[in-house]
């Protein structure tokens, strides 16, 4: 009996834990789009980086799943959802964004993560549709800007030796995934344009750890930082925290940096009324 009753409280803790996220897909235009939803609360958005899909922000969602209602979603052509044909810029994929949320028929206001390129469609988006954000957590941001800085200042074979390592560790890399790639270099001019940043809490997160290993990462890492520091000092109130024990993938070489961050937005942007529900669409 005792086996039985204790089997019964390990299923019933298992069903729990997989009750507490809700998949589906959307359709956006003619595209179905895998999003997946978990917790109750003011909503956190999640924005991957180029070429990622929603695993990676399994080390952080959980955890921000105990205080928000936190919706992570698949770019089109990416993880669960279908491709497609529409261009590949940091514009549109902040307007995809946008449709998303809608057809989801997720209320703003939204307090949006986004990570490496995610950090720019999330600055693009809050340029666009700024009564939609409640608070903004850039984790590791980048654009074009930051590929062409660190081209002006490597020599042709540092530049060379750089790329050849890109190629190594991104083997036969597929359309759309190429098409992100291109969409991430060309995103200087747009994030630019998308200053100023609505007044809202910002919280901005710089990886500072170095791999002299990989060619021109040393003064990659400077130059992001320089990078950071401006986006930091033209955003008032902005919080910028440097990570130095993690690179570029905050949420997993540091977790607990990223979800402190949503949790001190999320409680600024509730202290303020930020994050006052709107009617549902």
Same mark, same amino acid.
């Given at each position: 009996?005792?086996?039985?009753?204790?089997?019964?409280?390990?299923?019933?803790?298992?069903?729990?834990?997989?009750?507490?996220?809700?998949?589906?897909?959307?359709?956006?235009?003619?595209?179905?789009?895998?999003?997946?939803?978990?917790?109750? #609360?003011?909503?956190?958005?999640?924005?991957? +980086?180029? #070429?990622?899909?929603?695993?990676?922000?399994?080390?952080?969602?959980?955890?921000? @799943?105990?205080?928000?209602?936190?919706?992570?979603?698949?770019?089109?052509? *990416?993880?669960?959802?279908?491709?497609?044909?529409?261009?590949?810029?940091?514009?549109?994929?902040?307007?995809?964004?946008?449709?998303?949320?809608?057809?989801?028929?997720?209320?703003?206001?939204?307090?949006?993560?986004?990570?490496?390129?995610?950090?720019?469609?999330?600055?693009?988006?809050?340029?666009?549709?700024?009564?939609?954000?409640?608070?903004?957590?850039?984790?590791?941001?980048?654009?074009?800007?930051?590929?062409?800085?660190?081209?002006?200042?490597?020599?042709?074979?540092?530049?060379?030796?750089?790329?050849?390592?890109?190629?190594?560790?991104?083997? &036969?890399?597929?359309?759309?995934?190429?098409?992100?790639?291109?969409? @991430?270099?060309?995103? +200087?001019?747009?994030?630019?344009?998308?200053?100023?940043?609505? *007044?809202?809490?910002?919280?901005?997160?710089? #990886?500072?750890?170095? &791999?002299?290993?990989?060619?021109?990462?040393?003064?990659?890492?400077? *130059?992001?930082?320089?990078?950071?520091?401006?986006?930091?000092?033209?955003?008032? #109130?902005?919080?910028?925290? *440097?990570?130095?024990?993690?690179?570029?993938?905050?949420?997993?070489?540091?977790?607990?940096?990223?979800?402190?961050?949503?949790?001190?937005?999320?409680?600024?942007?509730?202290?303020?009324?930020?994050?006052?529900?709107?009617?549902?669409?």
């Amino acid at each position: 009996m005792l086996n039985k009753t204790v089997s019964t409280i390990i299923l019933l803790f298992i069903c729990g834990l997989f009750a507490r996220a809700a998949d589906r897909s959307v359709l956006v235009g003619a595209v179905r789009v895998h999003i997946s939803e978990s917790g109750t #609360g003011p909503t956190v958005v999640f924005e991957s +980086g180029m #070429g990622e899909d929603i695993g990676t922000w399994n080390d952080v969602r959980p955890a921000i @799943a105990e205080f928000a209602h936190t919706v992570v979603y698949d770019r089109p052509g *990416l993880g669960q959802s279908e491709p497609t044909s529409l261009p590949r810029t940091v514009v549109q994929m902040a307007v995809d964004l946008q449709s998303v949320l809608v057809a989801a028929k997720i209320a703003p206001p939204y307090v949006l993560v986004g990570h490496s390129l995610g950090g720019a469609i999330v600055q693009v988006f809050a340029h666009r549709y700024p009564d939609e954000v409640a608070g903004l957590v850039l984790v590791d941001p980048e654009d074009g800007r930051l590929i062409q800085l660190l081209h002006s200042r490597l020599t042709a074979t540092e530049w060379t030796a750089r790329q050849r390592a890109l190629d190594e560790a991104m083997p &036969n890399m597929p359309p759309l995934m190429q098409a992100e790639l291109r969409a @991430a270099n060309e995103s +200087g001019d747009e994030v630019a344009r998308a200053l100023p940043l609505p *007044l809202v809490p910002v919280a901005l997160l710089t #990886g500072t750890k170095k &791999n002299p290993e990989f060619p021109g990462n040393p003064l990659e890492q400077d *130059l992001k930082l320089e990078l950071h520091n401006t986006l930091a000092a033209n955003t008032p #109130g902005a919080q910028h925290i *440097l990570v130095p024990n993690s690179r570029h993938y905050i949420q997993n070489d540091a977790p607990t940096s990223v979800i402190q961050a949503v949790r001190e937005v999320l409680t600024e942007s509730v202290g303020k009324g930020l994050n006052k529900k709107k009617q549902a669409r």
